[in-house]
């Protein structure tokens, strides 16, 4: 019999045997394995934790946040209260989402599925009626006995979490939506005038005054959050798992307009040297970035469609907004770790995958490189006390995220999923639990990272979107896999009808060599000399798409 007690793998001895005379059981003891058995029940009762001694657990989510963190190395960054967090933590420096875009990262994160398991690539379907009724890392919590709540946005609102952010399955009681949720797309931009307020502006420093309820959504949130720590003090013989949910760094970049304060204009004007599109990348990977088009402060500024480029000024700006975004939501969570109980409460902090800030000249995420995908990972637990950042540079992946949670509480472990089956198992995960790692072990050990991206066709278009085509549209798949040197992606025909893909119909192929290209600029998929390395990358990515 295997027990996994405080992430340890204990194999029972057989220290006892039953023998059956006339319909009675009894128990005949090795006395020379007492010992050992006496230590083995010490572990297991140790394992077995009751509720009131369990660990808290607390779980943030930034929407749209790559590490533009100054515990990441960004010295524009604004973000002590993130920086003070992760000076007692695990920082996880090279973690990745598996889609550059919100739904499908979420629910991914949140199953502990990809989004091929799962058939999400847009926001448009409910895996438990789409695909199976796959447990979610709330949920497991909740069945092991945890009171589960939700604040903010934490599942993607809308069809794809059921209109009901999963609850009620997934969460004990109705997850906390912010009232201003519905002014998003109202009239409180002001206008660059300042007279006038506008409904659908990119940058938008607000006065809080003149907002509805005069407040912003991510202040509600933390406001609820902090409403319900207080209430669990009167609960303590029931553990939590509590989901904070931010909005921002996410278009538009609305906040309260002290934070822009901190962040000069011209310090951004040479954050990036592209200008243009990479003559080497291929045309399908390129995102038009339409959102940020769309907006009325952008769409009349004559930006050419699909290659752009946005003007000096502009970036700047685009910039300067997301810095002063991340500076405000970093200033949101000091409030919250402020209230919390770290030494019994495991917080985790991540993005829910990156954005293009001008890199490759693009913006936005919907894309498969290492700015829209690289996040943030950082995890604190009270079992791995720290005085200073623990820093693990092995590829991680945001698919990891559910069983190192479960095996950080001691909850009984989640089982890895069988690939050739894994949609008949309806409670299992497909990363690794990076418990071991937090231990510091397996450190050295050679793990990838696997992400996608849809498109409808090999060139950027306006009609079908291609930055989000609905599935319908969807006729070609990007896969990218990062290793630890490189980052090699492929773009295949994709058929929707089934969720096959043509591993021999390319429309483009990708090679960037991070020892010499951390910006992903030259691609040398057409290189002879790489023809070694790229077929092997080949290989190793089919493989790891199954």
């Known amino acids: 019999m295997v027990h996994k007690v405080a992430g340890i793998v204990v194999t029972s001895v057989a220290w006892a045997t039953s023998r059956q005379q006339s319909g009675k059981v009894s128990l005949v003891v090795d006395m020379s394995k007492l010992s050992a058995v006496l230590l083995l029940l010490l572990l297991l009762t140790a394992g077995t934790v009751p509720n009131s001694a369990r660990y808290n657990v607390v779980l943030v989510i930034f929407d749209d946040l790559r590490p533009s963190l100054g515990v990441y190395g960004d010295s524009r960054a604004l973000t002590p209260h993130l920086d003070a967090f992760a000076a007692e933590s695990t920082v996880f420096t090279r973690a990745y989402s598996q889609q550059a875009l919100c739904a499908p990262s979420r629910n991914s994160l949140l199953t502990g599925r990809r989004p091929d398991t799962l058939h999400l690539y847009d926001f448009y379907s409910y895996w438990r009626s789409f695909v199976g009724n796959f447990t979610t890392l709330p949920q497991y919590f909740k069945e092991q006995g945890y009171y589960t709540y939700?604040?903010?946005?934490?599942?993607?609102?809308?069809?794809?979490?059921?209109?009901?952010?999963?609850?009620?399955?997934?969460?004990?009681a109705p997850v906390f939506r912010p009232r201003t949720e519905q002014f998003m797309n109202s009239p409180v931009c002001p206008d660059h005038s300042g007279g006038v307020l506008r409904k659908n502006y990119l940058i938008c420093p607000v006065q809080l005054q003149t907002q509805?309820?005069?407040?912003?959504?991510?202040?509600?949130?933390?406001?609820?959050?902090?409403?319900?720590?207080?209430?669990?003090?009167?609960?303590?013989?029931?553990?939590?798992?509590?989901?904070?949910?931010?909005?921002?760094?996410?278009?538009n970049f609305r906040f309260p307009r002290?934070?822009?304060?901190?962040?000069?204009?011209?310090?951004?004007?040479?954050y990036t040297k592209d200008a243009?599109?990479?003559?080497?990348?291929?045309?399908?990977?390129?995102?038009?970035?339409?959102?940020?088009?769309?907006?009325?402060?952008?769409?009349?500024?004559?930006?050419?469609?699909?290659?752009g480029p946005i003007s000096e000024l502009q970036a700047a700006q685009i910039r300067q907004a997301y810095y002063a975004s991340?500076?405000?939501?970093?200033?949101?969570?000091?409030?919250?770790m402020s209230r919390l109980d770290l030494q019994r409460t495991v917080v985790v902090v991540l993005g829910d995958h990156g954005w293009s800030l001008g890199e490759h000249a693009e913006w936005a995420k919907y894309s498969n490189f290492e700015v829209a995908l690289r996040v943030p990972l950082i995890i604190r637990s009270p079992e791995f006390p720290l005085t200073q950042p623990q820093r693990v540079h092995s590829i991680t992946e945001l698919l990891d995220v559910f069983p190192t949670l479960v095996d950080?509480?001691?909850?009984?472990p989640l089982p890895v999923c069988n690939r050739s089956s894994s949609k008949q198992q309806l409670t299992c995960g497909e990363g690794k639990s990076l418990y071991p790692q937090?231990?510091?072990?397996?450190?050295?050990?050679?793990?990838?990272?696997?992400?996608?991206y849809p498109r409808p066709g090999m060139l950027p278009t306006k009609h079908p979107n291609s930055d989000k085509p609905k599935l319908r549209n969807i006729k070609v798949m990007g896969y990218s896999l990062r290793t630890d040197f490189y980052r090699y992606t492929l773009w295949v025909r994709f058929h929707a009808h089934d969720f096959s893909r043509d591993w021999h119909n390319i429309y483009g192929e990708e090679l960037y060599d991070h020892?010499?290209?951390?910006?992903?600029?030259?691609?040398?998929?057409?290189?002879?000399?790489?023809?070694a390395v790229r077929l092997h990358l080949r290989r190793q990515l089919i493989e790891a798409v199954g």
């Open 150 to 172: 939700a604040c903010g946005k934490v599942f993607h609102p809308g069809l794809s979490s059921n209109n009901s952010d999963d609850y009620p399955l997934s969460w004990s």
């Open 212 to 251: 509805p309820y005069k407040t912003l959504p991510d202040i509600e949130s933390v406001t609820e959050a902090l409403r319900f720590l207080e209430s669990r003090k009167r609960s303590r013989s029931q553990p939590y798992f509590l989901a904070l949910g931010f909005h921002k760094p996410h278009i």
């Open 258 to 270: 002290q934070f822009l304060e901190h962040f000069p204009l011209n310090q951004f004007f040479n």
């Open 276 to 307: 243009v599109k990479p003559p080497d990348m291929p045309d399908v990977a390129w995102n038009p970035y339409t959102d940020v088009r769309s907006r009325d402060d952008f769409k009349n500024r004559n930006i050419s469609f699909p290659y």
């Open 326 to 336: 991340v500076a405000y939501v970093d200033d949101l969570f000091g409030k919250l």
């Open 408 to 412: 950080l509480a001691h909850l009984p």
């Open 438 to 452: 937090l231990q510091g072990v397996g450190l050295a050990e050679d793990y990838v990272a696997l992400s996608q």
């Open 515 to 531: 020892r010499l290209d951390s910006g992903e600029e030259f691609n040398l998929a057409s290189l002879p000399e790489f023809n």
